[in-house]
T-cell receptor, first 116, second 115 residues
């Protein structure tokens, strides 16, 4: 089974801090994603990467950046955390280039981030 | 842009009964893919069932089946013989083919299965 591991289940950070959310997958998937999950809004794509050092902006990239130095690892960075970034963050991966019907998303367990 | 609407924020069902979760979507595309994902309290989202729009036959996976009405742009999920382990958030999702990063999710329906 594919395993997507997010390094922290819960995080509490202060406004203005630089925050790193780490995600590792163990199935050699090309694609990795960061989503943000908020009540009433579902999941929204922050960033997407289809290869090492490659990244694309999703719907809500403002205030975030990403890093993919190795194929298995995709990091989400909050350059200066703000209270409106308090949310659940989900990492996902999939096989192949881009999303496809036959290669569904595999998700991690999520990181619940609170910014105070 | 495609939008996905789940009009039922919360639902409950008695164990062993059947429940249907609603999902509608808006698109001008003729071919696309639809998905239902489940997020249990453990938080890990898993794929429940998927449907290709050009296939008229409704998808079925064990106790889970869909009612896909293309003209009405409706994609409901039916859970038969509900089990306590079905308690979760359920998300409907839409994806165009050949689009490499765009999967649209609904807001979710929280389903509680009562003993």
């Amino acid at each position: 089974d594919v395993k997507v591991t997010q390094s922290s289940r819960y995080l509490v950070k202060r406004t203005g801090e630089k925050v790193f959310l780490e995600c590792v997958q163990d199935m050699d998937h090309e694609n990795m994603f960061w989503y943000r999950q908020d009540p009433g809004l579902g999941l929204r794509l922050i960033y997407f990467s289809y290869d090492v050092k490659m990244k694309e902006k999703g719907d809500i990239p403002e205030g975030y950046s990403v890093s993919r130095e190795k194929k298995e690892r995709f990091s989400l960075i909050l350059e200066s955390a703000s209270t409106n970034q308090t949310s659940m963050y989900l990492c996902a991966s999939s096989l192949g280039w881009g999303l496809s019907y036959n290669s569904p998303l595999h998700f991690g367990n999520g990181t619940r981030l609170t910014v105070t | 842009a495609q939008t996905v609407t789940q009009s039922q924020p919360e639902m409950s069902v008695q164990e062993a009964e059947t429940v249907t979760l609603s999902c509608t979507y808006d698109t001008s595309e003729n071919n696309y893919y639809l998905f239902w994902y489940k997020q249990p309290p453990s938080r890990q989202m898993i794929l429940v069932i998927r449907q290709e729009a050009y296939k008229q036959q409704n998808a079925t996976e064990n106790r889970f089946s869909v009612n896909f009405q293309k003209a009405a742009k409706s994609f409901s999920l039916k859970i038969s013989d509900s089990q306590l382990g079905d308690t979760a958030m359920y998300f409907c999702a839409f994806m165009k083919p050949y689009n490499n990063n765009d999967m649209r999710f609904g807001a979710g329906t929280r389903l509680t299965v009562k003993p």
